[in-house]
């Protein structure tokens, strides 16, 4: 018996080797958990178009938005674990999603095998310019001066923007009334036509309308300055020390995915980042790259529940 297991264990070690090198023979898919022309969606083509060029595989991008990022995901989740259908690993499915949801149709460290963190994307809190306070303190002043009567935009309840705009209101001392959105765009044109004071929304979002003046910005949520937006000063050094709101945009394969293909695939990402137009094209979308090992990606997103699980706490949010 003993050495009938062992044969066994020799024979499936082969194939999955064999399948490995053979690795892709057919069309890759990404599953993108929103709709097209958002910041996920636009960095998942971006790959899939490399990597199709790479490999002479077709490689499409499916997007399934719905319900938070919990449609696509799970659909992920259930897919055959050969590599041959891969999920954006995004900071609202992988990261908040664990803790807002009571119960989730997925396991975000069980059910997946983590292959890269491809890009951060920073919070930042802008203003509308017709507002009078032009920096955070000057904002916390007026939010503690008029307790409760300042409104909030986010992206939804739960998402990266709501939750760093609790974050920041826990550590500011101040109480905000949330006004969700579906997107960027909704909650932007609010915040510049003056109806919604002030929101957290992510810097490939904002960066135009700061860059234009639609938008007033008031602070980066990073520990250090921005590239894209050098003269923003953090919120950090506004006065609130260790304040970090970043949202992040991975890929992972089903759990169960052979190691030999996930090394393949961790290996394309790093070579796709690496190249000239990438970097050229992610900077001018304002991603800042990452390009990590798959047992750094995989540490990172234990250590991000548990962020924003905190953040869920404060906010009292909840879905299901």
């Known amino acids: 018996m003993k050495l009938r297991h062992a044969i066994a264990l020799v024979l499936a070690a082969c194939a999955a080797s064999a399948a490995a090198s053979e690795f892709p023979a057919k069309q890759i898919r990404i599953i993108v ?136 209101a826990a550590v500011a001392g101040i109480k905000l009334n949330h006004v969700p959105f579906k997107g960027s765009a909704d909650a932007h044109t609010q915040i510049i036509g003056g109806q919604v004071p002030m929101m957290f929304d992510a810097i490939p979002a904002t960066l135009p309308h700061i860059k234009s003046g639609r938008l007033r910005g008031l602070g980066i949520a990073t520990l250090q300055r921005s590239a894209f937006l050098p003269e923003l000063p953090t919120i950090a050094e506004s006065g609130y020390s260790g304040f970090e709101a970043v949202g992040w945009i991975g890929i992972a394969a089903p759990a169960k995915t052979p190691v030999a293909i996930l090394n393949k695939l961790n290996a394309e990402m790093a070579r796709i980042l690496g190249e000239a137009d990438v970097k050229e094209k992610l900077n001018t979308l304002a991603f800042t790259p990452v390009g990590d090992t798959r047992e750094q990606f995989a540490a990172y997103i234990k250590s991000e529940i548990a962020k924003w699980g905190a953040a869920v706490k404060v906010s009292g949010a909840k879905a299901d």
Do not use: C
């Open 33 to 168: 958990q929103f709709t097209p022309g958002t910041s996920t969606d636009v960095l998942a083509r971006l790959i899939a178009a490399k990597m199709s060029d790479h490999w002479n595989q077709q490689v499409v991008v499916d997007n399934k938005p719905g319900a938070g990022a919990v449609v696509g995901t799970e659909l992920g989740a259930k897919a055959a674990p050969d590599g041959y259908t891969l999920t954006m690993a995004v900071s609202s499915a992988f990261g908040i999603n664990p803790t807002l949801y009571s119960k989730l149709p997925y396991d975000a460290i069980n059910d997946f095998a983590p292959i890269a963190n491809l890009g951060l994307t920073p919070q930042t809190l802008v203003v509308s310019p017709a507002e009078s306070y032009k920096t955070v303190k000057e904002f916390v002043a007026a939010a503690k001066g008029k307790p409760g009567s300042i409104n909030f935009a986010s992206l939804g309840s739960g998402s990266t923007s709501h939750l760093s705009t609790e974050m920041f």
